[in-house]
């Protein structure tokens, strides 16, 4: 059994960073993939970016390409997303997931973290 636990979000302006991170308990295998998602008021859940848990294979939506970095730490099963430069339109709770194979269904969530970005 896998568990996410988000952290790290709250109200920052337009600019700021933060970094949110995603503690993991169960074992973990290297070919799992780890994603961060978003969902806005009003609008559909998007994935923002993933990684693969060996540290490979990682993706960012257009949306955030040059901003956003993903990345993980073996050692504290943590996975973490650092956002910078952000943007009004990043306001959104986001969430950790996980998947088992790179085309698998995201199996596991966490009950999310509230990111606002002020303007």
């Known amino acids: 059994q896998v568990q996410l636990v988000e952290s790290g979000g709250r109200l920052v302006q337009a600019g700021d960073s933060l970094r949110l991170s995603c503690a993991v308990s169960?074992?973990?295998?290297?070919?799992?993939?780890m994603g961060w998602f978003r969902q806005a008021p009003g609008k559909e859940r998007e994935i923002v970016a993933s990684i693969k848990w060996s540290g490979s294979n990682t993706y960012y939506a257009d949306s955030v390409k040059g901003r956003f970095t993903i990345s993980r730490d073996n050692g504290k099963n943590t996975v973490y997303l650092q956002m910078n430069s952000l943007k009004p339109e990043d306001t959104a709770v986001y969430y950790c997931?996980?998947?088992?194979?790179?085309?698998?269904?995201?199996?596991?969530w966490g009950q999310g973290t509230q990111v606002t970005v002020s303007s």
């Open positions: 169960g074992r973990m295998f290297s070919g799992y993939v």
């Open positions: 997931t996980l998947r088992f194979t790179d085309n698998g269904n995201w199996a596991y």
